[in-house]
């Protein structure tokens, strides 16, 4: 007997044609809604941006429209999405893409609709590297957390003294 159990929990097809690789899915809060709900953000190598909304659906059901909450062709393919604190002065999360030759980031924002049509989601271009080299993936994080600058005498090598 086993504890645990693997079910669908939500599918969907995406593009045609269209080429991935595993640095082309992030799962996150990206919009930095209230409810701290997670969305599935997926780039291709075609160009397209996708993020969706999901919700549980019976295997076999379709995806519903209002889970695809927005989609975009940039124009390079896309090699890798991340999702982390980009943009200095703010909290807030923001979408990191990284393309062949440059690495983009983006805020993601959702406006609330006052018709059937719902909320509308834009992608805003925060800021832009353009790359020396060829890229093919990348890292981030906190690379071990530190969050205060050391005092001086700590930089010091020992048997050293600075005047």
Known sequence: MSLF????WWSTVVGNKE??????????NIDNSSGGQDKIIVGSYMGFLRIYHPHPAKPGDP???????????????ILQVEVGKFVSGTELLHLAVLH????CVYA????????EHGNQYQLKLM???????????????PFGGIKEK???????????AKY
Request: charged letters at 20%; hydrophobic letters at 30%.
């Open 5 to 8: 159990k693997a079910r669908d």
């Open 19 to 28: 080429e991935f690789d595993q640095g082309c899915l992030c799962v996150a």
């Open 63 to 77: 995806m519903q429209v209002e889970e695809l909450l927005l989609e975009t062709q940039l124009r390079e393919p």
């Open 100 to 103: 062949c030759k440059k690495l």
């Open 108 to 115: 993601v924002s959702g406006i609330l609709g006052n018709t």
């Open 127 to 141: 800021y832009e590297h353009n790359l020396q080299r060829t890229a093919c993936n990348m890292t981030y994080g």
């Open 150 to 160: 050391l005092p001086k005498s700590a930089c010091s090598p020992p048997g050293y």
